[in-house]
């Protein structure tokens, strides 16, 4: 059973800043990628950011500049660094994790309970 955590949410003002974690545990063989996806009330869930492979980072337009998404692999953990946070960055903020429990099996598809983010004065 693969299990992940999430952490760091909160209230902050506007321009303010936060840090959220996300933190994999569990049978895992390789990960294929990590992201944080936002649902805001009476909308549908978007992509934030995403690190493929480890490597290659990519973000929403609507907070490129602002976020910066970072993947410790020895934990398998990654974080979303929220900088300049505007009261449309409010949402509840999941992780996302495609892996791989074994060599022979085929990817899965895991997510977090959610974080919630609330950015208002």
């Known amino acids: 059973q693969v299990q992940l955590v999430e952490s760091g949410g909160g209230l902050v003002q506007p321009g303010g800043s936060l840090r959220l974690s996300c933190a994999a545990s569990?049978?895992?063989?390789?990960?294929?990628?990590m992201g944080w996806y936002r649902q805001a009330p009476g909308k549908q869930r978007e992509l934030v950011a995403v690190i493929t492979n480890g490597r290659s980072t990519n973000y929403a337009d609507s907070v490129k500049g602002r976020f910066t998404m970072s993947k410790d692999n020895a934990k398998n953990t990654v974080y979303l660094q929220m900088t300049s946070l505007r009261p449309e960055d409010t949402a509840v903020y999941y992780c996302n994790m495609i892996y791989f429990r074994t060599v022979v099996e085929s990817s899965r598809d895991a997510w977090g309970q959610g974080t919630l983010v609330t950015v208002s004065s």
């Open positions: 569990g049978t895992i063989f390789r990960i294929n990628a």
